[in-house]
């Protein structure tokens, strides 16, 4: 279905992580496919993971300085005169403050948390723009801690609900372009950004058994919602963040036995 289709994925980190998931789905679909990493030491664990899904660009890019996100583009152009789709996994925040209350958030880590795990979706998405002369698809990763008090997510939260809000936005201000530009929100998963918050393994447990389908989602399931919404298949689908999870969004309270 992604045949022709080329594309950048940022937030590749290891081969457990939701980025690297979707790297892998996307290119079973036939599409050609860029990696970004943040850093030597990254570089070393994603390269091997570009060899083996036969991806030849690999592109430092630390987004916390927009610069970087800049010089990334002006590399891809060196590659590709065009793209058509752009994966952006990237969020983080300072592990200490993702414990105890959100009311003891530091404000350099809360800009640093939003600029990051957010405004970098605006940077990214003005320079791919130019990029994408035939149209294309931007994909954002969220979490239903965006909508809802999770324990232990705090600031996050707040920059996943600004990010979402950022793509109603950008697929407003990019639609006369073509571009759609959606979010994946998936259910908690046993990623290194996860493992980031305290308690994650508590919380993993309580989505996975108290979700519809009393169970954990998979990273192929992520690749393949991220194939949809990569594809043709969702031509007409903008503006709009996919539930990803297993259910668990929909339930107001776990079944209580008296």
């Not at 022709?4 to 992580?17: E, P, Q, T, W, Y």
């Not at 931007?138 to 939260?157: A, D, Q, R, W």
């Not at 530009?181 to 918050?197: D, E, F, K, Q």
């Not at 519809?212 to 503006?239: C, F, Q």
Request: proline share 2%.
């Amino acid at each position: 279905m992604l045949e022709k289709k080329k594309g950048l994925i940022f937030g590749v980190a290891n081969d457990h992580s939701i980025a690297w998931g979707i790297a892998k789905s996307l290119k079973e679909q036939g599409a050609e496919i860029a990696l970004t990493y943040q850093n030597e030491t990254f570089l070393k664990r994603v390269k091997p993971l570009a060899d083996s899904i036969e991806s030849e660009i690999l592109i430092e890019c630390d987004v916390a300085e927009e610069k970087n996100i800049h010089n990334c583009f002006n590399n891809i152009k060196k590659y590709w005169s065009s793209i058509d789709f752009i994966i952006h996994a990237i969020a983080y925040s300072d592990k200490n403050e993702l414990s105890g209350s959100y009311l003891d958030t530091s404000v350099d880590n809360f800009l640093n948390t939003l600029n990051i795990s957010c405004y970098s979706l605006t940077s990214i998405s003005r320079e791919a723009s130019k990029l994408m002369t035939n149209g294309g698809s931007i994909v954002t990763l969220s979490f239903y801690g965006s909508e809802k008090v999770m324990p232990n997510y705090n600031v996050m939260g707040v920059a996943k609900s600004a990010l979402e809000t950022s793509v109603k936005y950008l697929s407003v201000d990019l639609g006369s372009q073509n571009i759609r530009v959606n979010a994946i929100s998936s259910g908690p998963m046993r990623t290194l950004s996860g493992a980031a918050i305290s308690n994650a393994r508590e919380v993993y447990k309580f989505a996975q058994n108290n979700s519809a389908l009393k169970r954990s989602v998979g990273l192929n399931e992520i690749g393949n919602s991220a194939i949809y919404l990569t594809s043709d298949l969702s031509s007409a689908v903008t503006g709009e963040v996919l539930y990803v999870d297993c259910g668990y969004n929909i339930i107001g309270m776990p079944s209580v036995n008296y």
